[in-house]
T-cell receptor, first 112, second 114 residues
Framework: DQQVKQNSPSLSVQEGRISILNCDYT??????FLWYKKYPAEGPTFLIS?????DKNEDGRFTVFLNKSAKHLSLHIVPSQPGDSAVYFC???????????FGSGTKLNVKP | ETGVTQTPRHLVMGMTNKKSLKCEQH?????MYWYKQSAKKPLELMFV???????ENNSVPSRFSPECPNSSHLFLHLHTLQPEDSALYLC?????????????FGEGSRLTVL
C-alpha cells in the first residue's frame, strides 16, 4: 500500500515560469517531509524539508508547502531553470523513526 | 559527490549466480540503508543498519542478504535472484537511525538479472 503518492509522473515547464510538484500522503502519523532531486545515473540528493509544525519552508528558489488537513504537500520552484530538469521524489517519515516512505517521482522538464 | 560510494555501478547476473553489492560511506554516519528502485515505482526500503546492527528488515526475500561489518561499509549479497529483481539498488546513510534529517544516497547499482 503506497503511503506517499506523486500522481503526476511528468511535468513540463517553460524556463522562468513556476514549477509546482505535488505529493499526497495517507498516514496522518507522518510529521516530517522531504523532497529529493535525482539526475540520471546519480543517487537522489536532498533538496528541502518541512516539519509538520510549519506550513511553509523556503530555501532560495525552492518552497515547500504543507497542508496537513488535506495530507498534501507541494514543491514550488520559481523561477524554473533548465538545470532543474530532474526527477523529484517526495518522502515522508515520523520524527525519530528510520523509515522514509517515498513517492514514485515526478520527472520535471524545464524547457529553455 | 555525496560521500556515499557504491560498487559496482552496473551488474548483470544469471539466476544461479552469487554476487555482492558494496556500499561505503565517508561521512561518519551511524545508520546505513538499502533501497530498491524499480521502474515507475516508489523507492522501497529494504534494510536499515544502525551501528552495525540490523534494525529493519522490510519483508525482503532471503535471496537478498545484507552484511554490515562496520559503520562505514554495507554489503548486499545476492543469490538465486529472479528477473523481477532487476532494479536500481541504492545505498544511503544518515547520522543515526533516529535522525529525521537527510539521507545521503549513493549513485546506485543497476542490477540486471537474466
Amino acid at each position: 500500500d503506497q503511503q506517499v503518492k506523486q500522481n503526476s509522473p511528468s511535468l513540463s515547464v517553460q524556463e522562468g515560469r513556476i514549477s509546482i510538484l505535488n505529493c499526497d500522503y495517507t498516514n496522518s502519523m507522518f510529521d516530517y517531509f522531504l523532497w529529493y532531486k535525482k539526475y540520471p545515473a546519480e543517487g537522489p540528493t536532498f533538496l528541502i524539508s518541512i516539519s509538520s509544525i510549519k506550513d511553509k519552508n523556503e530555501d532560495g528558489r525552492f518552497t515547500v508547502f504543507l497542508n496537513k488537513s488535506a495530507k498534501h504537500l507541494s514543491l514550488h520552484i520559481v523561477p524554473s531553470q533548465p538545470g532543474d530538469s530532474a526527477v523529484y521524489f517526495c518522502a515522508a517519515t515520523r520524527e525519530n523513526f528510520n523509515k522514509f516512505y517515498f513517492g514514485s517521482g515526478t520527472k520535471l522538464n524545464v524547457k529553455p | 559527490e555525496t560521500g556515499v560510494t557504491q560498487t559496482p555501478r552496473h551488474l548483470v547476473m544469471g539466476m544461479t549466480n552469487k554476487k555482492s553489492l558494496k556500499c561505503e560511506q565517508h561521512l561518519g554516519h551511524n545508520a546505513m540503508y538499502w533501497y530498491k528502485q524499480s521502474a515507475k515505482k516508489p523507492l522501497e526500503l529494504m534494510f536499515v543498519y544502525s551501528l552495525e546492527e540490523r534494525v529493519e528488515n522490510n519483508s525482503v526475500p532471503s535471496r537478498f542478504s545484507p552484511e554490515c561489518p562496520n559503520s562505514s561499509h554495507l554489503f548486499l549479497h545476492l543469490h538465486t535472484l529472479q528477473p523481477e529483481d532487476s532494479a536500481l539498488y541504492l545505498c544511503a546513510s544518515s547520522k543515526s537511525e533516529m535522525d529525521t534529517g537527510e539521507l545521503f544516497f549513493g549513485e546506485g547499482s543497476r542490477l540486471t538479472v537474466l
